[in-house]
């Protein structure tokens, strides 16, 4: 899909150049140094991405969804450093390069990962032309994602879940780690696009399923993409005995999952009157990309 992979840089590029112009400038501080190295070292800013395309349905200020679409970026990129530490994942290599405890030390990487989680916050609160409630809104939006209910419950357990589990409770993990940031970042586009409560839940419905498919899409990745693709260790999910969704129903049936999931996020989309083509051509990439 050449025009599809054209959109998606031209969404990157925006989406960089608005981190760099709303990450405080780097002085001589260690901390600044961390954080400017894991926001600004790639990524595919699919979440940030979700929120241009969902703000898109409707009519929305170019700064205000820059300003989300960046709020969602730090709260991603604080996750993966966090993610990357060795008392979680251990892992040492992110989109390509050393992972922040590695470049720098744990307890930067630990404090990083902490003040990018109020940046996100503050960023809302500090842009223009939002009203105060829309601001709240959107705050509590991503705070729920974040919580203790949410993606950090489930890291917790990625980090606790044994073999026992059943295929409900993988899937409430997914959604919960990777899932409910992904559901945020589209409602924050359709809050700041101007959408009504029952466009709101319908687009909230699909970033459930286009969420918990994408998890099971980087499980997959993690088995079969090389590092020099995917910019993360290959088959480390295997060697920590990760419970995922190649490791309980195979990397076929996983397969199969994902894209029935992207399924039926598409067919939930028919129910918005709106043009949903870029946002139709995204959910597809999630189950088809390498990395
Ligand atoms: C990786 O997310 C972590 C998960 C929640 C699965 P991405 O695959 O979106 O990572 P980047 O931002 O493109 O590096
Ligand atoms: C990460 O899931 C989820 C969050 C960061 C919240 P993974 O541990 O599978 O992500 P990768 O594979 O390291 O990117
Ligand atoms: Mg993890
Ligand atoms: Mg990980
Ligand atoms: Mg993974």
Redesign the pocket.
């Known amino acids: 899909m050449p025009e599809f992979e054209d959109l998606l840089q031209a969404y990157q590029e925006r989406v960089n150049q608005a981190l760099k112009r709303v990450l405080p400038p780097k002085d001589n501080s260690r901390l600044l140094d961390a954080v400017h190295y894991s926001v600004l070292n790639g990524g595919k800013r699919l979440r940030s991405i979700l929120v241009y395309l969902s703000s898109e349905l409707g009519e929305t200020d170019v700064v205000v969804a820059d300003n989300a679409a960046c709020a969602v970026e730090f709260i991603?990129c604080y996750?993966?450093i966090?993610?990357?530490l060795p008392a979680?994942?251990d892992?040492r290599l992110?989109r390509g390069k050393p992972t922040c405890h590695v470049k720098f030390d744990e307890a930067t990487a630990i404090l990083a990962g902490d003040a990018l989680q109020p940046m996100a916050y503050e960023l809302i609160c500090s842009t223009d032309n939002l009203s105060d409630t829309t601001k709240i809104f959107m705050v509590n939006s991503l705070a729920k994602a974040c919580s203790y209910k949410g993606?950090v419950e489930?890291?917790m357990k990625?980090m606790q879940l044994n073999k026992d589990i059943d295929i409900d409770e993988l899937n409430l993990m997914h959604e919960q780690?990777?899932g409910r940031?992904i559901e945020s970042s589209v409602e924050l586009g359709g809050i700041i696009g101007g959408l009504n409560n029952d466009e709101l839940s319908i687009l909230k419905a699909f970033g459930k399923k286009v969420g918990l498919a994408f998890?099971i899409r980087?499980?997959i990745?993690?088995v079969e993409s090389p590092s020099s693709e995917?910019g993360?260790p290959q088959g480390?999910?295997a060697m920590k005995e990760?419970i995922?969704y190649p490791s309980l129903v195979g990397i076929e049936e996983s397969k199969i999952r994902s894209q029935l999931l992207v399924e039926e996020a598409l067919a939930i989309l028919t129910s918005l009157n709106l043009r949903t083509d870029k946002l139709r051509s995204l959910a597809s990439y999630v189950v088809t990309r390498n990395h």
């Open positions: 991603h996750s993966l966090h993610d990357d979680m994942d892992d992110r993606m489930g890291q990625d780690k990777t940031l998890q980087d499980d990745i993690d995917s993360k480390s999910d990760k995922t």
